[in-house]
Each structure stands twice: as structure tokens, then as C-alpha cells.
């Protein structure tokens, strides 16, 4: 049995005070559960000292495909590693569409992390139009082969995936658990056509409109390994639920 996988993706929210409180509710309500926070850059430093010695592991949502140089602005998969991350997340469709993100730069930044020794959490998904016009398993497929074909079907023994339908993350809409079990079957199936033994193993979460209320719907699926959170990632209670419910 593959094991669930909840992630809190902070976005740009959070403050020294806020994050505090929020660290300090969820670190005793996690107690043996095995989750993440994806924080933004500049408080990986209190996650560190927060989380260490817990069960909640952190780290970033971007990086730079870059190792080191002259590259302003840009933060290094080692200078993540620096501050304890395990996790990074990568490809999340705000990247993809507001920094305009292609495929072959989302393969560079999920190669940079590995070569760190950071497990990436690459985010695949569809927009409204395109599951409207019905390429949703084209889109989602060609965004994985970009990876697939430049650092090889293995190395996805050392990521996670996440799909997230674009036109669920942040407006209250979610796939309903059929969708979204259908966008997973599909992706494992696709896996396993290469290597039945990755596909087995790998972590798919499912992000989009996640919350206390249908996370135990989603999580009961049989290809759903989890969940990456934004907006209810925020709050401890709503989090804890989610993670809660994966652990089941
Ligand atoms: P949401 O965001 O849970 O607020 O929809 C999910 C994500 O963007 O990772």
C-alpha cells in the first residue's frame, strides 16, 4: 500500500507571527502523520527551526533550474537544501501561467532539484477550456512526457506528482472524487506502461479546492495518494483535518 501524502502549499501567504501560530497549532495535532508545508523563501528558516524533530517535513514552491551564478532574484535547489528541505514544489500552474513557465524549463527545475537530492512535487493539469474541448488526458500527458523524457521514467521513484486541474485550484470548485480518480487512473496507467514497479510506488496527490469537508471523499480513492493544499492549508484546523483524513 502506497502511503498518503498531504502538502500545504502557502503560496505568498503567511508572516513571521502568522507562521508561528500556525506551525506551533500544527505540530502537536500532527504528531506521527507525516505531512508538508511549502512555505515561501523567506521562512524556510522558521520552518526549519520550528519542524525539526517533527513529522512534518517542509519545503519551497520554486527554484531556480540554475546551480549557481549570475542569476538575480533566483534561489538555488542547494540553498534549499541548506535550509532542510525535502520537498519542493514545481510546475504549479500559477508558475506555468502568470511566469509563463514552459514544459522544458518545469523538466529543468525538476532535474535541478534531484541532483540536490530534493524530492520535486511536479504539478500537472488541465485549464477549464481544455477540458472543455476534451484534451484534458493530451494536456496532462504532454506535460509529464516533457519530464519523462529528460530525466527518465526512474527518476520518478524520487517525486511526487500532484494533479491539479487549473480551473479547481482556488475557486471553490472541485473535481468531483470520479474526476479526479479518472485523471489519476489515467496518469498511473501511463506510468505503468513504462515501468510497472514506479507506478506502483508513486505518489499522486490531487489539489484543487481541498478542504475538511471533501477530503476524506477524494482520499478514499483508489489512485489518490493525497492531497497538495493552498487556501485551507492556511488554516491549522482545516489542514489537520485533510492530513487527518489521508492518514486513514
Ligand atoms: P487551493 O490551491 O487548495 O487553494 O485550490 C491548491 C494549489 O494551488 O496547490
Known amino acids: 500500500m502506497r502511503k498518503k501524502l498531504v502538502a500545504g502549499n502557502w503560496k505568498m501567504h503567511g508572516s513571521l507571527a502568522e507562521n508561528a501560530a500556525l506551525l506551533a497549532a500544527l505540530k502537536p495535532a500532527l504528531a506521527g502523520i507525516d505531512a508538508v508545508v511549502c512555505v515561501p523563501f523567506p521562512y524556510l528558516a522558521q520552518a526549519q527551526a520550528e519542524l525539526a524533530g517533527s513529522t512534518i517535513a517542509w519545503g519551497a514552491q520554486n527554484l531556480s533550474e540554475q546551480a549557481k551564478g549570475a542569476f538575480t532574484g533566483e534561489v538555488s535547489a542547494a540553498m534549499l537544501l541548506d535550509f532542510g528541505c525535502t520537498y519542493v514544489i514545481v510546475g504549479h500552474s500559477e508558475r506555468r501561467s502568470l511566469y509563463g513557465e514552459s514544459d522544458a524549463l518545469v523538466a529543468s527545475k525538476y532535474m535541478a532539484a534531484q541532483a540536490a537530492g530534493l524530492k520535486p512535487i511536479l504539478c500537472v493539469g488541465e485549464s477549464l477550456d481544455e477540458r472543455e474541448s476534451g484534451v484534458t488526458e493530451a494536456v496532462v500527458a504532454r506535460q509529464l512526457d516533457a519530464v519523462i523524457n529528460a530525466a527518465g521514467i526512474a527518476s520518478l521513484m524520487n517525486a511526487v506528482l500532484a494533479y491539479e486541474p487549473v480551473w479547481a485550484i482556488g475557486t471553490g470548485k472541485t473535481a468531483s472524487p470520479e474526476q479526479a480518480q479518472a485523471v489519476h487512473a489515467f ?10 514497479a514506479v507506478a506502483d510506488q508513486l505518489v499522486i496527490q490531487y489539489g484543487g479546492s481541498v478542504k475538511a469537508a471533501n ?13 497538495l493544499i493552498g487556501g485551507a492549508s492556511l488554516v491549522a484546523e482545516e489542514f489537520v483535518a485533510i492530513c487527518r483524513a489521508a492518514a486513514k
Open 187 to 196: 496518469i498511473r496507467n501511463k506510468i505503468a506502461a513504462l515501468d510497472p
Open 215 to 227: 477530503a476524506s471523499e477524494l482520499m478514499a480513492k483508489p489512485d489518490i495518494d493525497g492531497g
